[in-house]
DNA sequence: TAAGCTTCTGACTGAGCTTG
DNA sequence: CAAGCTCAGTCAGAAGCTTA
C-alpha cells in the first residue's frame, strides 16, 4: 500500500466517509482573476455538498513538485491543513491566509496510522470545520494548525471574483438586448434568467444528475424550470429573446468552476449585484452587505438555543440576506450526518421572511432556492404589509430569533393615516422594534441608524433592550458601509434573555472607525470592545447602549462643569428665504444699510483664532425665520463652524470675535456668561479634549449644540486666564500679519 | 392640555471634483 | 469626457418647549 492509500484509509476511519472524501476533486483556483482549474488528488470535507467552507484536508502526492511553495498553489481549496504524501513518508503543512505554507512535521511512513491515532479528535471532520467556522462556539476550539483568517480571505476572494463574473454577465446581456430590440431589458425577466442560468451550472459543475452542459439556452431554461416545478417558475416568465439567453448560458458555462464555492456565497452576490440603483430607490431597498449579515448572525449564539427551537424571522426582509446568513449558521450547527434532504425540511421549517414587494420576496426566495442547492422550494416568505394588522405579532409568538434591517425612513403623512393607531412613532425603525420587543424573542439583531443608539431617541427602547437581555453588543459602523447610503449606521445583538430586576448584564461596543473601514469589510475585523457590566437594580435612569471611546475621561471630567454653564450656546441666523435663490438678497460683498458684517461659509474662511472673508448679512427682520437675528451679536462671542472641518478628530474650530461679526446657521455662536474670557473660551474649544469629545459622541457631519453643551471644561479652576488670553491675543496679531 | 412657536435634524441634495 | 463620488450646505418638517 503506498502512502496515498494509507491517508485514504486513515481518513475514512476519522468520519471522513462516502462524499465527503473526494479523490481527484476539480476546483476554480480563486486567486486567479481568470479561470484556472486545480486537481487534487484527495480532499476531506466535512459537509455535502463540498465547498472551500467545509474543505478540512487536502492530500497531494509529491511528483516532481513538492515543498512550501507547491503546497500553497492550493490553498484556495480552502482546507487548513494539507498533506503530502512521499513514498516513505508524509509532510504536514498549515496554510496560511498570506504567504506560503508553513511546514509543520514530517511522519515516515510506517508511523501514520500511529500519528492518526494520536490525532483522532484534533483531525475530525467535526473538530477542524467547528475551528476553521468564523463564528465563536461556545466551547472555542483552538487547533495550532488552523489559521482562522483563511476563510474570511478566501471568502472576500470568491466574492469578487463572482461579483465580477456577473457584473460582466449583465453587462453583456443588457448590451446585447439593447442592440437587437433597441431598448433595455425588463429587469425581473433579466433576474429570473440569470437565476436559471446559474442553477443550471451549479447542476453541471457539481455533476447533478441530468444534460446541464448542452449549449441550448432554451433547453436549460425548460430543465430549470422542470426542476424547481411548475408552481415556482411556471407563471412567472424569463427574458424571452434567445440571442440574449444564448449570451448569458455561454458566458456562464464557460466560466470557472463552481465546485468548490459555497453556494449560499452565490445567494449573496446573485442579490447584491443583480439589483440595480434605480431598482433599489424604487422599491426602498438598502440592501445588508453579506458581510454585516454574516458578522450578525455569527455574533448571535445560536448554538445555545435546543437545536429544535432555532426559528429564525427577518421582517422587512427585502432579499433575505439574513436568512442565507442565517441558514449558513443553522446548517453548520447540524450534525455531520444529516441527509441533505433532513437539512432541507428542518431548515425551510425554521426560516421566515415576511417582505411585502413581491419582486424582493421572488429574489428572496430565488436565493435561498439557490443556498439550499438542490433542494426544491418550500420557503416560508409572507407577502404582508407588517405595519398593517397584526402579521408581525402572530409570527414573533412563534420566533426565537428577529433579524432586521429596516426601512429608515420616517411614515409619510398618507402612510401614518393609512395605519392609523397601528403606529406610535413617526420613524419606521424605531415602530419595528418597539413591537418586536413586545414579544421579546430568545435574540436580536438590529441595523439601525446611528442616532437610535447614540441620541435620545430611542432610549425608551434601549433600556427595553438591557431589561430583557443579559448580553448585548451595539456595533458602529463608518458610512460607505452600505453601499447604496451614506448614512452611518449601529448594529445591536442582544441575547440571553432575562427579565430579572437585579441582574448585572454585560454591554459591549465596537466602534470600526473609517480607517478600520477596508480591514473591516474585508474581513468582518472588529475593533476591540469597551465593555461594561451595568446592575439593573442600581439603574434608575433608562440604560443606554452606547459607550463612546475614551470613556475612561468622561467618567474622571464627570463632575467638571459642562460648556453650558460657562456660556450660551446658539446658531447662526436663519433666513425665512431660500438663500440659493435670493443670495443677492442676503449676502453683500461691500456694506449696506440693515446689513452687518459677518461670516457666510466656512471653508477657508475660519481657522483657529483667524477668521477671514467677512461678507454683509441682511439683519432685516422681514427676512428672519427664527430669533437668533434678535441674539447680541455685537457682544464679544467666540465663532465655531457647525460641520465638521475634517473626517480626522480635528472637527472644530474657534475664532474669538469681539468685532460684532454677525453669521448663519452654518456657525455656531458661543457667548460666555462667567468670567472667561473669549480667548480662554477658543483656546479649551481648539485643544484636544473638544475635539476629542465631539468626535467620541457625535456623527460624521455635525458639532450639535447639545453635545456641545454636554461637554466637561477641564481644568475649569485653575485656568490662568490672563495668561492665556495673552497668549491668544499674541497668536492671533502674527497670524494675521503673516497673511 | 393643546396650540403655537422655536429649534433641530437629515436612507437630503446638488455642485464640483475625481476617475476610469 | 461622462459617470460616479464626495463634500458642503439647504430647507422642510418633526420634536421639543412654552404659554395660555
New binding site residues.
Partial sequence: MNALESIHNELNRLGYVDNLLQEDYVFDDAAASETRELTIPLAAFAQWPPSYRNACIGVLSANGQSGPRHISMYQTLGAPMFLEAFPDHVDRYRIEATGEAVFLESIPARDIRQAFKLNKKKWSPEAIFRAKAIAKVSEPVQLDFVDIGLLPALKGMIHAKLDRLLKDILHEAVVSYKNILGSKPEETALFRLVFRFLAAKIFNDRKHPGDWSTSEANVIIDSVQKFYGPVEAGTQSVLDEPETQKIVWDRLRGAFNFQNLSVEDLAFIYENTLIR?ETRQQF?I?S?PSIIAELMVDRLPFELLPQEGRYVLEPCAGHGVFLVASLRRLRELLPVSWTDRQRHSYLKERLTAIELDTFAAEVCRLSLMLADYPNKDGWQIISEDIFRGDTLERRLKRSRVVLC??????F??AERNRYGNNVQ?????YEVLRRVLEYPPDMLGF?L???AIM???YSDLQDRIARNYKNIETIALPD?I??????E?MIVLASERDKSTRTAISTKTFWVRENDRLPFLETAQLPEAIGKKVNRASHTVPISLWHPPLFEIWEYLKANPRLKDIAE???GI??N?????S?DILISSDPKPGFKKGL????E?IEPYYALGFVYLNMDEQYK????HLLPWDRPKVIV???????SPWRIVAYPDSDGLVC???FVGIWPKTNMTIEVISALINAPLVNAALYAME?K??N????LKQIPVPFSDTIDTERVSSLVKQYAKLRFEFE
Avoid at 452600505?482 to 448614512?487: I, K, M, N
Avoid at 428665504?577 to 435663490?581: D, R, V
Avoid at 425665520?625 to 437668533?628: E, F, G, L, S, W
Avoid at 463652524?641 to 473626517?647: E, G, K, L
Fill in positions: 440603483k426602498g438598502h445588508t434591517n429596516p426601512p429608515f425612513e420616517d409619510t403623512m412613532n413617526v420613524h419606521k425603525p441595523v441608524p446611528k442616532s441620541g435620545e431617541r460607505r452600505f453601499a447604496f447610503s451614506d448614512h449606521t450656546i446658539h446658531r436663519e433666513w428665504i431660500p438663500l440659493t435663490k443670495r457666510a461659509n466656512v471653508r474662511k425665520r427664527t430669533n437668533a463652524n457647525r460641520f465638521i472641518v475634517s473626517r448663519r446657521e452654518n456623527g457631519r455635525l450639535r449644540n447639545v453635545t
